[in-house]
């Protein structure tokens, strides 16, 4: 499990290298200044070329390129050009949101989807997986941000259930916290429950159907402990693939969410610095969405080396 862990680990650095210098090609190639962006409706061809100096963008690309590697090795990737705060310090406020509604997010899609997935694969034709299906197929093409406007309405504008505003830190109020996450992760999750569901409900008839199954039905086993000690464990495989892929999703459908739910993570400040011309934000904030994304993957990889050895490398 040690040489999965490790190999994952140095193809990730390469990946990280090649992503960060093509963000940091992107943001140098878009048309305008970030220094007209920072100095608004006052910027004149002098004061833009002076704060192009103090920021460091008149010089030449590789130039910049090869100091923002070294500073980022040593975990400094620079300062806004808005605030002059330190990138790391911006992300470092604004992550514990982002993981709460991931988090949250991410319970709902695995619940759900592997709730309606069960429902229909482990009889699969019948009148309860059409129903299954016909659910999955809704919450898939239905928008995220849509089901949370929707939900802000019903549940926190009409009855009143929940909070409009819906982010408390967990160490201000731990209630208040959950209270509020309620309802971003039944928005954010729904759609992920569809890609799970479907890869659940698939797994599971073609496991409820394999001949060992029989096997074990005539041997008097329990339906209860087919589904949930033989079948589910053998259809997890794709189900992790699966979860993988929804996470991924999720996590560009969470910035829409943020914006819904008025969310202060890192969705909503990478929207305002794209806008802004931001772009030390931004590349940071492009490298660690691809390092949570990696982190994600790792953990499913070892879940995958856990549950089918045969996935181990040799």
Do not use: C, H
């Amino acid at each position: 499990m040690l040489k999965l862990i490790l190999s994952r680990l140095a193809l990730a650095v390469p990946q990280l290298l090649l992503l960060s210098f093509f963000v940091f090609l992107l943001t140098y190639m878009v048309p305008g200044s970030p220094a007209a962006a920072v100095l608004g409706e006052a910027a004149t061809p002098e004061s833009i070329a002076r704060v192009e100096t103090q920021l460091g963008l008149d010089r030449p690309f590789f130039e910049r390129l090869t100091e923002w590697y070294v500073g980022a090795f040593q975990g400094d990737f620079g300062n806004s050009y808005v605030s002059s705060r330190p990138v790391s310090e911006l992300f470092l406020e604004r992550l514990p949101a982002t993981i709460s509604l991931m988090l949250g997010g991410i319970i709902v899609a695995v619940l759900l989807g592997m709730a309606l997935g069960l429902i229909g694969g482990t009889k699969a034709g019948s009148v309860r997986d059409r129903i299954a299906t016909a659910i999955s197929s809704f919450s898939m093409s239905v928008p995220e941000f849509w089901v949370g406007i929707v939900l802000v309405l019903m549940f926190a504008v009409q009855l009143r259930l929940f909070p409009v505003v819906s982010y408390v830190p967990f160490d201000v109020d731990p209630f208040g916290w959950v209270r509020g996450l309620v309802l971003p992760s039944i928005a954010l999750g729904i759609g992920g429950a569809a890609l799970i569901a479907r890869q659940t409900r698939t797994a599971m008839a073609e496991t409820m159907s394999a001949r060992y199954i029989d096997s074990l039905t005539a041997a008097g086993v329990s339906r209860n402990k087919l589904i949930f000690g033989y079948g589910l464990k053998n259809a997890m495989v794709p189900v992790l693939s699966a979860t993988g892929i929804t996470i991924s999703i999720m996590l560009g459908a969470s910035f829409a969410i943020e914006k819904v739910f008025a969310f202060p993570g890192i969705g909503s400040l990478m929207l305002r610095s794209v806008t802004g011309k931001d772009f030390a934000v931004v590349q940071g904030g492009v490298l660690l969405i691809a390092v949570m994304i990696i982190a994600v993957n790792l953990i499913l990889d070892v879940s995958y080396g856990l549950i089918n050895p045969r996935s181990r490398p040799q």
